[in-house]
């Protein structure tokens, strides 16, 4: 008789098992397609006779419809049911993968491409919006895996897509999404509870196209200045609809019944540093990642293969060390817990300025080290922006801090990039844009003091 409670119990931790699964891989395959098809494009460029500003779109398309239609994804959850809309998702971007892999023609690779942004759209927001009915160590614990999934995926990306296309074949970069993307679907079936859908909620379809367009085109922007500059026809042209759709998202969430994000949200202290607290990350870290390939290439004389691994152990520890972050937060706050993470992280970056031609290995792992340990320890800034909302606005909170995430990313390359290019040398731009991403992850830290619990 004394057994029979705990066949319950392990169903629930079964069933928590699956969901986190769900949480991981969806969030893992999702983020990994950001980075990687970058190593592949040379691969692509040969097969498909592609010119370059198509190979451009190869690369870019997915991103710019990822953000572009993140915040409506979100929103989409909230109103018609979490796991709907994230086998939705799944759906759509697993078909798209397939096309993607077997496509003969460049044209249908980026409309593949783009679709597969869509489909991520729904999906990622959807992912975090599920753990927001939980207890506090279950959300927790589900927004450190779907963290560590993404910034796990943002490391090995250029690896998991320089050995495909080198061992294999380019397609599979693509390809490999198939089965994966069918497993999630049908553990999500199962592991996934459903929400109730606001039916009688409308959609508010005049936000939802405002924020498309402002998303997509500050998108469209900041990938494209660095290349054809901020005052090119196209990239101002982009900036002017970003600033028109944002101002039109403004006005209709304060005139509508229902609007998609209310700004009552940013009225809530965690909320609002958390999601700043994000971006600031994601300023800093993202601008580092992408110019340190070059850095260790181009300066330190590392092969390819070589910068790629660089990487690895950063991924490895975030992952190792996720785990011990819900631990450290129920002891001290996330608050501090973050805070601490986003020194180490600003550590790191000082490490990595001081670097000098003919370092090797000794002196760059400190930095890498600390700055995976530190990525890890800010895994509470999900769970404290999921912790501060209503539930039933779980997936535009979702979105939102979704969305912050590849925006900030986006934009500390731009940053980075122009800090790199006005120093007068890569090696000098290098150590330069290191210091001022390292200031803008301090002050991070500042604000997750200040107003994370």
């Not at 003969?104 to 927001?132: F, M």
């Not at 330190?300 to 490895?316: D, E, I, N, Q």
């Not at 000794?362 to 909302?389: D, E, F, K, N």
């Amino acid at each position: 008789m004394a057994a029979a409670p705990t066949r319950p119990g392990g169903r629930t931790a079964g069933r928590m098992g699956l969901l986190l699964t769900v949480v991981g891989l969806a969030g893992f395959v999702t983020t990994l397609d950001n980075t990687v098809v970058t190593v592949a494009l040379p691969s692509i460029q040969r097969d498909l006779g592609a010119r370059l500003a198509a190979l451009e779109w190869v690369a870019t398309g997915y991103i710019l419809t990822f953000a572009g239609f993140m915040l409506a994804g979100g929103r989409l959850a909230d109103v018609y049911g979490r796991r709907r809309m994230l086998v939705a998702g799944l759906g759509v971007f697993t078909a798209a993968s397939l096309v993607a892999g077997l496509a003969s023609s460049i044209g249908l690779l980026v409309a593949a491409r783009l679709a597969q942004g869509a489909g991520a759209a729904l999906i990622l927001p959807a992912t975090l919006a599920v753990l927001a009915g939980r207890d506090e160590r279950e959300r927790s614990l589900g927004v450190a895996v779907w963290m560590a999934s993404g910034a796990g995926a943002l490391a090995l990306g250029p690896v998991v897509g320089g050995y495909l296309s080198q061992h294999l074949h380019w397609s599979w970069i693509f390809l490999i999404n198939v089965p994966v993307g069918v497993a999630v679907i049908a553990l999500a079936v199962v592991a996934v509870p459903e929400t109730v859908a606001e039916r009688r909620v409308p959609v508010d379809v005049a936000g939802s196209v405002a924020s498309v367009v402002c998303l997509s085109a500050g998108t469209f922007a900041l990938i494209h200045a660095g290349e054809h500059g901020w005052t090119s026809p196209a990239v101002l042209s982009a900036l002017a609809a970003c600033l028109a759709g944002g101002l039109v998202f403004l006005v209709v969430e304060r005139r509508v019944t229902a609007p998609m994000a209310e700004p009552e949200l940013f009225r809530v202290r965690a909320f609002t540093g958390g999601v700043l607290a994000q971006v600031l990350w994601g300023l800093g870290v993202n601008g580092v990642f992408f110019y340190t390939a070059l850095f260790l290439q181009g300066v330190l004389g590392f092969t390819p293969v070589a910068s790629g691994l660089a990487f690895v152990p950063l991924a490895l520890l975030v992952v190792a060390v996720t785990p011990l972050a819900p631990m450290i937060e129920r002891r001290v706050g996330a608050g501090r817990t973050v805070a601490l993470g986003l020194v180490l992280v600003a550590a790191g970056m000082v490490a990595a300025a001081f670097l000098e031609p003919g370092d090797g290995w000794a002196r760059l792992l400190p930095a890498v080290c600390a700055i995976g340990v530190g990525s890890a320890l800010t895994m509470p800034l999900g769970s404290a922006v999921l912790g501060a909302v209503p539930e039933e606005r779980a997936g535009v909170a979702g979105g939102i801090f979704s969305v912050s995430r590849e925006i900030s990313g986006l934009f500390g390359i731009a940053v980075i990039g122009v800090i790199v290019q006005g120093a007068g040398g890569f090696a000098l731009g290098y150590s330069l844009g290191l210091a001022v991403a390292a200031g803008l992850v301090l002050a991070g830290a500042v604000i997750s003091l200040v107003t994370l619990p």
